[in-house]
């Protein structure tokens, strides 16, 4: 079982940038793959990101690419979601997960398919 925490989160003008992180207890964080979803008001979980257990492989959802990256330090048992270029319409909780690999590989995009979830974190992308 592995306990998330977001940080990070804040408000920012458009074309900023902020960091979040999200911090793993126990340790069996390197034996998961990771995501971060977002949920607007009255709109359903988004997956934003996902990444490997070793953090090689990396997938994202198209309205991010170019300007978000996502990446983890296992050895820290924390996971990152670096964004600029910051949009209104960014705006959301961003959530981090983790999951079984062999689900999450085929299925990164579902929430359903992820196990364990944090608390979110809020990012507010002034215009």
């Known amino acids: 079982q592995v306990q998330l925490v977001e940080s990070g989160g804040g408000l920012v003008q458009a074309g900023g940038s902020l960091r979040l992180s999200c911090t793993a207890s126990?340790?069996?964080?390197?034996?998961?793959?990771m995501g971060w979803f977002r949920q607007a008001p009255g709109k359903e979980r988004e997956f934003v990101a996902a990444?490997?257990?070793?953090?090689?492989?990396?997938r994202y959802v198209d309205s991010v690419k170019g300007r978000f990256t996502i990446s983890r330090d296992n050895a820290k048992n924390t996971m990152y979601l670096q964004m600029n270029s910051l949009k209104p319409e960014d705006t959301a909780i961003y959530y981090c997960?983790?999951?079984?690999?062999?689900?999450?590989?085929?299925?990164?995009?579902?929430?359903?398919?992820?196990?364990?979830w944090g608390q979110g974190t809020q990012v507010t992308v002034s215009s």
């Open positions: 997960a983790a999951g079984n690999s062999r689900v999450i590989i085929v299925s990164f995009t579902n929430y359903r398919a992820y196990d364990y």
């Open positions: 126990g340790r069996t964080f390197s034996t998961y793959s």
């Open positions: 990444v490997s257990v070793s953090g090689s492989t990396s």
